[in-house]
């Protein structure tokens, strides 16, 4: 018993100095700039907002002109929003020479978030083609290396720091999005390889993994949307096989509504604790359904992850 209490007590300072280690903050908020890529709706909308508030000179880029305006409306004149088309190599370039030129004479990023994002192709396996992949892997994966690779000189010289948009699937496959996996994998792997080469000159390089949140990517109808078209295109033989009513005996649906939070200050507030904090954390799990469920499901046996991600797809009509 007294063992137990030992161990119980260790474990309450444990996490009660962590949790003081981790509330300390840089300050100066005033004197540091900051790059966002996705800012024209969702989590980077709200994120160049919420450093905007505090202080920070934010770069947000957009990829729509509708984007930057709404930005510009709601916040300060200190935010300067730009173009960018993080698949697009030369609007990149564009988006580094216009940042450079803004920054005063010394000056250097203190952060580089790659938030943009799309959820791209959903569908099987056997439903997808190459450009399904191509096209998420575009923005997800590539926009994130390539952005990085040429804003990173601009990192180094404020020895700043690089935060990462993963996902939870990065780390769990969900049958159905193989292709956002995938991306979101990469993401994983790049940001430890780019962590490991960077940190002794003083970049750090920190990576989000939210679950399910009430986004324009979550979004369930959407999703469905997207899920019939990939259907409806399919040969016809292989349309046949699964059955005109496959789409309809999908769970997507029902999954999404059960794991879906409508709490997305959360993942904005992991984003700005990478940004402020003396020391954040390398990775920010966020959500519940980050933090529980696929934990559990990515530390269990292969046959009950497929049970419970797999089991809400529905036989083929030619093997009923």
């Given at each position: 018993?007294?063992?137990?209490?030992?161990?119980?007590?260790?474990?309450?300072?444990?996490?009660l100095?962590?949790?003081?280690?981790?509330?300390?903050?840089?300050?100066?908020?005033?004197?540091?700039?900051?790059?966002?890529t996705?800012?024209?709706?969702?989590?980077?909308?709200?994120?160049?907002l919420?450093?905007?508030?505090?202080?920070?000179?934010?770069?947000?880029?957009?990829?729509?002109?509708?984007?930057?305006?709404?930005?510009?409306?709601?916040?300060?004149d200190?935010?300067?929003?730009?173009?960018?088309?993080?698949?697009?190599?030369?609007s990149?370039?564009?988006?580094?020479?216009?940042?450079k030129?803004?920054?005063?004479?010394?000056?250097?990023?203190?952060?580089?978030?790659?938030?943009?994002?799309?959820?791209?192709s959903?569908?099987?396996?056997?439903?997808?083609?190459?450009?399904?992949?191509?096209?998420t892997?575009?923005?997800?994966?590539?926009?994130?290396?390539?952005?990085?690779?040429?804003?990173?000189?601009?990192?180094?010289n404020?020895k700043?720091?690089?935060v990462?948009?993963?996902?939870?699937l990065?780390?769990?496959?969900?049958?159905?999005?193989?292709?956002?996996?995938?991306?979101?994998?990469?993401?994983?792997?790049?940001?430890?390889?780019?962590?490991?080469?960077?940190?002794?000159?003083?970049?750090?390089?920190?990576i989000?993994?939210?679950g399910?949140?009430?986004?324009?990517?979550?979004?369930?109808?959407v999703?469905?949307?997207?899920?019939?078209?990939?259907?409806?295109?399919?040969?016809?033989?292989?349309?046949?096989?699964?059955?005109?009513n496959?789409?309809?005996?999908?769970?997507?649906?029902?999954?999404?509504?059960?794991?879906?939070?409508n709490?997305?200050?959360?993942?904005?507030?992991?984003?700005?604790?990478a940004?402020?904090?003396?020391?954040?954390?390398?990775?920010?799990k966020?959500?519940?359904?980050?933090?529980?469920?696929?934990?559990?499901?990515?530390?269990?046996?292969?046959?009950?992850?497929?049970?419970?991600?797999?089991?809400?797809?529905?036989?083929?009509?030619?093997?009923?």
């Open positions: 018993m007294d063992f137990l209490i030992i161990l119980g007590a260790t474990a309450v300072i444990y996490y100095v962590m949790w003081l280690y981790r509330r300390r903050t840089i300050g100066e908020y005033s004197d540091r700039y900051v790059f966002i996705g800012c024209d709706t969702g989590l980077g909308h709200l994120l160049a919420r450093l905007d508030g505090m202080g920070f000179h934010v770069f947000a880029a957009c990829l729509t002109e509708t984007g930057e305006d709404r930005l510009r409306k709601s916040a300060s200190r935010l300067v929003t730009l173009s960018l088309d993080v698949t697009n190599e030369k990149i370039k564009n988006a580094f020479e216009f940042v030129s803004k920054l005063p004479l010394g000056k250097g990023l203190w952060g580089l978030v790659n938030n943009a994002g799309i959820a791209g959903v569908g099987l396996v056997e439903w997808l083609k190459k450009e399904d992949y191509q096209r892997m575009a923005v997800n994966l590539y926009g994130v290396t390539e952005t990085t690779r040429i804003f990173l000189p601009l990192v180094r404020a700043g720091r690089v990462n948009i993963s996902s939870i990065g780390t769990v496959s969900l049958p159905g999005a193989a292709p956002y996996c995938i991306s979101k994998h990469g993401v994983e792997v790049f940001s430890d390889c780019l962590r490991g080469e960077c940190f002794k000159y003083g970049i750090s390089v920190h989000l993994e939210p399910y949140f009430n986004t324009g990517i979550a979004d369930p109808d999703i469905m949307q997207n899920l019939q078209r990939t259907f409806n295109r399919l040969d016809p033989n292989i349309h046949a096989f699964y059955g005109e496959f789409i309809s005996r999908m769970e997507t649906t029902a999954f999404l509504k059960l794991v879906t939070s709490a997305v200050h959360k993942v904005v507030d992991a984003y700005t604790h940004l402020t904090a003396k020391y954040p954390k390398y990775r920010y966020v959500g519940w359904d980050a933090n529980t469920l696929f934990q559990l499901i990515r530390w269990s046996p292969e046959w009950f992850a497929d049970t419970i991600l797999g089991g809400r797809i529905p036989l083929p009509q030619g093997i009923q």
